[in-house]
């Protein structure tokens, strides 16, 4: 979670759903292996301290496809059933 | 004299004061909510208000009665040029007490410039007024939303010498490197440490007529936390020299103080428990002839237990101690030399709190701290030392709201 460059030097841009927004909730706890508070506390942090952003909350999965789809660089979570083609699968390693 | 005009503030112009930080800090919610389209460009912001009331002594102004001189307002803007360069600013103003008359304070302004040197490690550079490398809290202690209860632990986090823990003018750089288990983070600086009356009135007990010049800082912190962020350990280290000029009337002659914290700080952020403990190690070195020439090694810690009941409450416990001198605990040769109460060179706090977080922008917190010593109270709000009382609680409130 601190990559902020791509290996080409563009800027990555996080997109998140809100903290109590299950889909959020299950992706961190089950993919980052985070508890949501603690992505919370680290993002206040960088926040806070002026040393980084807080990645950019969307409403909803189809706002976060849109913003993916649109921004360069951008990464974000969709559950598997509602890929499409508007956005590209990443594989985690 | 002093401590009457002190004492003769009205409250009025604290009220306009007020006001006037609501106006600014709405207007720049607007401003935030117009530009965002921007994602280089972001605002962030916070205000809150408290309220405190003690059974003995006095704590942010007249708490002995309840107050609610306790008002927090912080607006922070950062800019990312590219991807590697970076302006950030925050300005915080507080109004605790007599204490703090709610002036807007830069709390830090810098030109941040980092890039990756492999896919597994980075540097950086951080230049103009930077946060100081102190524990794990120091960055963030003015953000009810940045600290672990209603106040940042005031044996470590001083009010006294706010300003000069807070942060300095000077450059600090970094390396960031992650390994297998976790990442490792080194950070170094120096530079130009604030000072102003209220540091001397806290390290010399009166604000004389002389002042301090050339105030040196270095600072040092290395970290390491977990890749699951469950454990964070991290070692700090600032040192400041201030050297003092007398002045016409000041009892002493020129010389300096020299001041070295260091900190030990862990950290468990687990399911159901957050755990933070900090050690610091405070050496203060007084040579200003012949009136302040001792050496005070100073010890202080806390430890807290957060449990989270669910995702929007939980309570916590924290035990924290700080002794102005630890080869004196009791305060007994203090009293002894100086004929006053011994109480003044400790302080035992107990705290319980519980935290409410209904959603991302709202925060609620009461406060319940048993307090034994008085080493954590500030000279304004108690002119007269032996009216203090050894043991005191204190009951607080405080209604976050953040952007």
Redesign the interface.
Known sequence: M????W?D?????VFVL???NAIHQKFTKSQL???P??LR??W??Q?????G??P?VVKNIQQMKERVAE?VGSIGYVPTNLLDEQVKKLEVE | MENVIINSKFEFPVLIQRTLLCITLILCLILSRTVKAD?TI?F?G?ISQGFIYTDNNNFYGDSESGTFEFSEV?F?V?K?F???LRL???IISRITGQEVDGDLDLD?L?L?Y???VS?SS?LGL?VGRV?NLLGFYN??RD?A??RPSIFAPQTIYFDAVRDFQLSSDGFIGYG?F?ANHG?ILLEAGAGHARTDSDTESALLGNDFDGNFHNEKINQARISYALN??SWSFALSSVNAELNYRSGINTPFSSGKIDMDFDVISIDY???LFLITSEFMFLDMDFDLQPLFTNTRPSKSWYLQVQY?LN?NWSIYVRNEGFYLDKKDKKGERFSMETGQPNHLVFAKHTSFGLKWLP??NWMLVMEVQDINGTATLDRQNNPNPFATKKDWRLFSVMLSYRF
């Open positions: 601190h990559l902020q460059v290996p030097g563009s800027a990555v841009t809100a903290d109590r292996r985070f508890f508070y603690q506390r680290s206040d942090k926040v806070f301290s002026g040393t952003d807080a950019i921004t | 994602d972001r962030n916070f912080g922070n950062s990312r590219s991807p590697k950030s600013s925050q830090y810098f941040e980092k890039a990756p896919s980075q951080r946060k960055e963030t953000v939303f940045g960031e992650r990442t699951d962020q952020a687990g399911e989270l995702t959603n991302y």
